[in-house]
């Protein structure tokens, strides 16, 4: 089943990343294109600053930017193509190796808003391990699933921690005094305590990242 998912990533070697972290209030966001070769390093950028010498002299520095080219400019906002150099880590070439697609990319708190359309939950499991391996942030923010319009929110939780923060909430470890002891939780779930103690603080983390602190964001 497809699902849709919305993920931050940072690493100071993603795309474009220099260039956002030195220009104050640029803005960039990726223009959507059918793209088949997960290889690509060549895109089409809309970027938003006031400044269009100081911009391109930033892009003539950024470790990312191998070359670019002016398409389109009108006020403050331009549209250019970037090709990105070898040592750029880019996140679109295992979406494409998972047949997934990037639906909307802009730049946001230091690094990438993605919002990805993948074939089913493993693809986001591969995302997931791509980022480890080349030591990347990925929050996931949310995750809806696709089987009709109104597929529930996972708020970036994994089916591991959703099943243990509500184990724990209905065995009354949230309440005050607690009802169950950690250790008593993580031998229901045939954990030890500090697998369930780290499970159960990435999925508040987790949901904490998809509710209260993503509206205070927005």
Do not use: C
């Not at 070898?86 to 946001?108: A, D, M, R, W, Y």
């Not at 005094?177 to 779930?189: G, K």
């Amino acid at each position: 089943m497809s699902i849709t998912a919305k993920v931050h990533i940072r690493h100071e070697h993603l795309a474009l990343v220099p260039t956002l972290q030195n220009l104050d209030g640029v803005s960039i966001r990726v223009i959507t294109q059918g793209t088949t070769d997960p290889g690509s390093t060549y895109f089409p950028f809309l970027i938003e600053y006031d400044d269009h010498d100081e911009l391109e002299s930033m892009l003539e520095a950024d470790v990312t930017v191998e070359q670019f080219e002016l398409i389109d400019r009108t006020g403050d906002t331009a549209i250019y193509y970037i090709e990105h150099t070898p040592e750029t880590i880019l996140i679109s070439s295992v979406v494409t190796e998972q047949n997934g697609f990037l639906v909307h990319t802009e730049t946001k708190d230091g690094g990438w808003l993605v919002h990805l359309l993948l074939p089913d939950r493993a693809a986001l499991n591969a995302i997931w391990e791509y980022a480890i391996e080349n030591e990347m942030e990925l929050d996931i923010i949310e995750i809806y699933s696709n089987e009709d319009a109104g597929g529930e929110s996972s708020y970036g939780l994994t089916d591991e921690q959703r099943a243990a923060l509500q184990l724990a909430f209905s065995e009354g470890y949230f309440n005050e005094p607690r009802d169950i002891s950690l250790s008593e939780v993580a031998e229901e779930m045939d954990l030890s305590s500090t697998a369930m103690s780290g499970r159960l603080r990435r999925g508040m983390r987790n949901l904490i990242a998809a509710t209260i602190a993503e509206r205070e964001r927005e």
